[in-house]
Structure formats: structure tokens, C-alpha cells
């Protein structure tokens, strides 16, 4: 069975940083492009960042550009989320998932979701 | 950016009956759209891409349709692990894609 796992959420102060990692297990993720998103307390899902499979293109939300940073070892099976100057906005559930490339589908899809990792930006 | 707008916001409905849910755009993004269903504590599950594909293992009870910018999500026969909220992702521009605001699908 195919599972991503997310890790390094954490507490931190407005202004900090942090590094969010995702893994997974049963399939290997530099064949595929990954994809955060986040869930802000009961509320919604927004779209974060993107990397491609071998890290040559990223992609940012408008609201996260410039401050996070996605990247990826695909030696390591990883992909990560540097966050910095972290505000009270963006405090949420920041879920990792495989852009799995569906045979039948026009482009890549969220196919596999992890748990989540939660953000909290508090003073 | 575009923008997705979902209707209802909740759904109230019985066992047994259909679910008729919407996803609107305000430009036209051809079949590129996405269905979630998220349950509380979980995270969100691929049901229909292309508008109309049913995701591996969705029960053929749900059925997407529409193209442009009207989109429509049904779940006929609703069973009892149906209630749960549902987002519509528009992604014709991957992989940037904007999510609806979310239809509870809840239990009357």
C-alpha cells in the first residue's frame, strides 16, 4: 500500500521558521511530482506549492511566495517545505500528496494524501 | 486567479437519497476539474479528475458531469459513509489549482 507521511509541524513565533518533510512508503516519489496543501482551522483547502519530479520546476501559492521554499532528495525519498516569515495566516493542517500520473487522466492528480502535519503560528 | 464557488454550503439529506452538489467557475477551464470528499479527521480522497472519471475504488454511486464552467457532483443512493464535505479543484492551469469552498454532505 501506497502512504505518505508528513512530519515537522510545530508551534512556532510569528516571524519563525520552519521545515516541513514528506516521505512515503511503498512507492518511490522521485517518479512523481508532490504537491502541498493546507487546511486552515475549520476551513478550507488551499493549494501551497508543487515541485516536479526531479525538482527543476517549483510552483508557489501567491500567498506563500516568496516566503516558502519547496524542494526534494530524491536520494533521500523526500520532499520538504521550508516556511519563513510565518504569520498567524499561516496557521493550518499542511497535507503532503502524490500528483500520481493516472493513465486515464489529462494531468496528474492528488491521488495519495498523507495525514497532515499542523503549522501553528501563535505568539 | 480563478474562482471556484461551490453550492450549497450544506446538504441535508437522508439515507438513501440522491446528492446533487455544484461547482461553478468564473472562466472556462474545459474538464479540468477535480472532486475531494474529506470526512472529519481525515484527509481529503480523490473521487472524480477530468470531471467525469471516477478516482480507483470510488463506488459507482458518484458521478461527475459538466464542462466549461458548470460542474456537478451526484451521489445516488446516498449511504451512510456518504456524509462528509466535498471540494471541487479547478486545475487547468497545473499544478496551481484553486479549491471550492467546501458542500457538508450531512445526515437529516
Known amino acids: 500500500e501506497v502512504q505518505v507521511l508528513e512530519s515537522g509541524g510545530d508551534l512556532v513565533l510569528p516571524g519563525g521558521s520552519l521545515r516541513l518533510s514528506c516521505g512515503a512508503s511503498?512507492?518511490?516519489?522521485?517518479?512523481?511530482?508532490m504537491t502541498w496543501v493546507r487546511q486552515a482551522p475549520g476551513k478550507g483547502l488551499e493549494w501551497v506549492s508543487t515541485?516536479?519530479?526531479?525538482?527543476?520546476?517549483?510552483y508557489y501559492a501567491d500567498s506563500v511566495r516568496g516566503r516558502f521554499t519547496i524542494s526534494r532528495d530524491n536520494s533521500r525519498g523526500t520532499v520538504y517545505l521550508q516556511m519563513g516569515s510565518l504569520r498567524a495566516d499561516d496557521t493550518a493542517l499542511y497535507y503532503c500528496?502524490?500528483?500520481?500520473?493516472?493513465?486515464?487522466?489529462?494531468?496528474?492528480?492528488?491521488?495519495?494524501w498523507g495525514e497532515g502535519t499542523t503549522v501553528t503560528v501563535s505568539s | 486567479d480563478i474562482v471556484v464557488t461551490q453550492s450549497p454550503v450544506t446538504l441535508s439529506l437522508s439515507p438513501g437519497e440522491r446528492a446533487t452538489l455544484s461547482c461553478r467557475t468564473n472562466?472556462?477551464?474545459?474538464?479540468?476539474l477535480v472532486w475531494y470528499q474529506q470526512k472529519p479527521g481525515q484527509a481529503p480522497r480523490l473521487l472524480i479528475y477530468?470531471?467525469?472519471k471516477r478516482a480507483t475504488g470510488v463506488p459507482v454511486r458518484f458521478r461527475g458531469s459538466g464542462s466549461g464552467t458548470d460542474f456537478t457532483l451526484t451521489i445516488n443512493s446516498l449511504e451512510p459513509e456518504d456524509f462528509a464535505v466535498y471540494y471541487c479543484?479547478?486545475?487547468?492551469?497545473?499544478?496551481?489549482?484553486?479549491f471550492g469552498q467546501g458542500t457538508k454532505v450531512e445526515m437529516k
Open positions: 477530468d470531471a467525469s
Open positions: 500528496a502524490r500528483e500520481g500520473n493516472i493513465r486515464t487522466a489529462s494531468i496528474p492528480q492528488m491521488d495519495v
Open positions: 511503498g512507492v518511490t516519489l522521485s517518479d512523481y511530482a
Open positions: 479543484q479547478e486545475r487547468s492551469h497545473w499544478p496551481r489549482g484553486t
Open positions: 515541485i516536479s519530479y526531479s525538482g527543476a520546476r517549483t
Open positions: 472562466e472556462i477551464i474545459d474538464n479540468y
